[in-house]
């Protein structure tokens, strides 16, 4: 089941909170497991619901969690929609810079598609900006999603933050993102999803043949 289907149903539900907890806990320790038997350093990002981010011990709990699997081994990305700043920004900007404090990189996901403004970018403590799968879509086939990939570079670049695209499944798609100066790839051209024992078997395949 994809997550544009379950994901709703979960937040609909109230099962966000409980089910990101998991979530971050599970890919944790995953990739602590990783790391331990390939020995390669790990960057690992997560996805947060607005309902989890919000909640009270979400920092707390998060933070709980990073000591427990030893975490300060792993990169940790947290990914974040830009309908999270329609909530309280107050609220959430010593969120944010707590996390940031800690080394916890932020990266706005689906960037383009909602809320988001240069002022915004410019008051946040922003890494990262995820270019939306619907713009890589119709990259090569359409001259207006080409040139919003071609800004949201140059506005990333612009405010020293990486930019990634997400949903590349082309070596057409890849190349011209490349060419652009993307930084970061994301999609099945590269992999589908994989199990940790599948994940440690395909790393060790990629190291053995780039060597």
């Known amino acids: 089941m994809p997550p544009d289907i379950f994901i709703p149903i979960a937040e609909t539900s109230g099962l966000m909170p409980r089910l990101g ?6 890919a944790l320790y995953e990739m602590n497991e990783f790391l331990k ?7 690992l990002s ?16 998060l933070y709980a969690q990073l000591s427990h699997y030893q975490a300060p081994q792993i990169t940790l990305t947290l990914e974040i929609t830009e309908s999270l700043f329609i909530e309280d920004l107050d609220y959430l900007m010593p969120l944010l810079k707590d996390l940031s ?9 689906d960037f383009g598609t909602g809320y988001s ?6 008051r946040l403590p922003i890494d990262e900006l995820k270019i939306d799968k619907t713009f890589i879509d119709d990259l090569l086939m359409d001259l207006a ?5 071609q800004n949201i570079i140059a506005i990333a670049k612009n405010f020293d933050m990486k ?18 100066d993307c930084d970061l790839f994301q999609g099945y051209y590269f992999s589908k999803p994989l199990r940790l024992e599948d994940l440690k078997t395909y790393s060790k395949a990629f190291m053995s043949t780039n060597m």
């Open 163 to 180: 930019v990634v695209a997400e949903g590349v499944e082309s070596k057409e798609q890849f190349l011209k993102l490349k060419e652009g």
């Open 21 to 26: 907890q998991f979530i971050v806990e599970t």
């Open 145 to 149: 999603a080409e040139k919003m990939v």
């Open 37 to 43: 038997e390939t020995g390669l350093e790990v960057a």
């Open 46 to 61: 997560l996805n947060i619901s607005l309902r989890q981010f919000m909640q009270k011990d979400f920092l707390k709990e």
């Open 101 to 109: 404090s800690r080394g916890v990189l932020i990266s706005l996901d």
């Open 117 to 122: 403004s240069l002022n915004l970018l410019r």
